[in-house]
């Protein structure tokens, strides 16, 4: 079965600074790989989606991910971070054939002034 | 379109009551997901819903019932509520016409739910 563990979950930088959520998954086959934003009080959106074209992907907002076969990761990564970026960040992950995504715990992304 | 819409938005019951959750999507979907979510949990599944008249279990289906009578709407029920089901709860749809199954979800606003 797969699984995916977001390390750390809770993550402050300063405005302006280099912003890095990381996501690690568990799986035999190649999976599919999503990034959800959720800004207070609000549903989740999709950032992002990784379905097995390009390994590096472009996303919402300036955000963009990673995939890396070999370290089974998908970082999220922002070159400069914006107030406007303060939310909770989750990766999922599926697999072909799958019915459903398999969400990790989440990280709450604070940006200092 | 107003995509995935939830009803209601808050609801405070109390031990032992009962209440439907609605949840309604305008994207013509065939699979809906019902979710919690609780702090340091993230978000987990209680149940889904392939196609109109099929449900299935998720991760924590217990104390929850769900009907998919139609396409566009997806219910969560529960029967006898209790403090421990004190949350949020999330409703989401994806696409998976034509044989097609995107993998994306499209998710509501979510209801808050307190149970006393």
């Known amino acids: 079965a797969q699984s995916v563990t977001q390390l750390g979950s809770h993550v402050s930088v300063s405005e302006g600074a280099l912003v890095l959520l990381r996501c690690n998954y568990s799986?035999?086959?190649?999976?599919?790989l999503f990034w959800y934003v959720q800004y207070p009080n609000q549903g989740l959106q999709l950032l992002l989606k990784y379905t097995s074209a390009a390994t590096l992907v472009k996303g919402i907002n300036g955000f963009e991910a990673e995939f890396k076969k070999s370290e089974t990761s998908f970082h999220l990564t922002k070159p400069s971070a914006h107030m406007s970026d303060a939310a909770e960040y989750f990766c999922a992950v599926s697999l072909q054939g799958a019915q459903k995504l398999v969400f990790g715990q989440g990280t709450r992304l604070t940006i200092n002034p | 379109n107003a995509g995935v819409t939830q009803t209601p938005k808050f609801r405070v019951l109390k031990t032992g009551q009962s209440m439907t959750l609605l949840c309604a999507q305008d994207m013509n979907h065939e699979y809906m997901y019902w979710y919690r979510q609780d702090p340091g949990m993230g978000l987990r599944l209680i149940h889904y819903s392939v196609g109109e008249g099929t449900t299935a279990k998720g991760e924590v289906p217990d104390g929850y019932n769900v009907s998919r009578l139609k396409k566009q709407n997806f219910l969560l029920g529960l029967e006898s509520a209790a403090p421990s089901q004190t949350s949020v709860y999330f409703c989401?749809?994806?696409?998976?016409?034509?044989?097609?199954?995107?993998?994306?979800?499209?998710f509501g606003p979510g209801t808050r739910l307190t149970v006393l």
């Open positions: 799986s035999s086959v190649p999976p599919y």
């Open positions: 989401a749809s994806s696409y998976a016409g034509g044989g097609l199954f995107t993998h994306e979800q499209f």
